[in-house]
């Protein structure tokens, strides 16, 4: 997104006490056609997701539409080293992906 096609700025000015405070302020604009379907997916999914782990928080989650057939399969350790591998990518400290049955005082 080029920022100079797509941030505003805006002045405004406030009143406090018997002071003036003037602030600028920057914002966005416009989005082309394909950021806003990108930015709307991402907001979807996550709001997908958000909603599967309320339910899941709730028990009442329930799976729908899916197939007999088995797709993919992965182990405990597989999965493990994938989500270890996502925190170390995306910086996420220790607690990010920690198996249920560890306890902050148990060293990991």
């Not at 604009?29 to 599967?52: F, H, I, P, Q, R």
């Not at 329930?62 to 910086?91: C, P, S, V, W």
């Amino acid at each position: 997104m080029d920022r100079d096609a797509t941030v505003a700025k805006n002045a405004t000015v406030q009143t406090q006490g018997k002071r003036e405070v003037n602030r600028e302020i920057e914002y966005y604009n416009s989005l082309t056609s394909d950021e806003a379907t990108g930015l709307l997916k991402v907001v979807t999914d996550y709001t997908y997701a958000l909603d599967v782990l309320d339910q899941y928080d709730h028990q009442v989650l329930e799976i729908h539409h899916t197939t007999a057939e088995e797709l993919f399969q992965i182990t405990y350790d597989e999965a493990m080293n994938a989500i270890n591998g996502l925190r170390d990518k995306f910086g996420g400290s220790w607690l990010f992906g920690i198996p249920y049955h560890v306890q902050p005082s148990d060293s990991y």
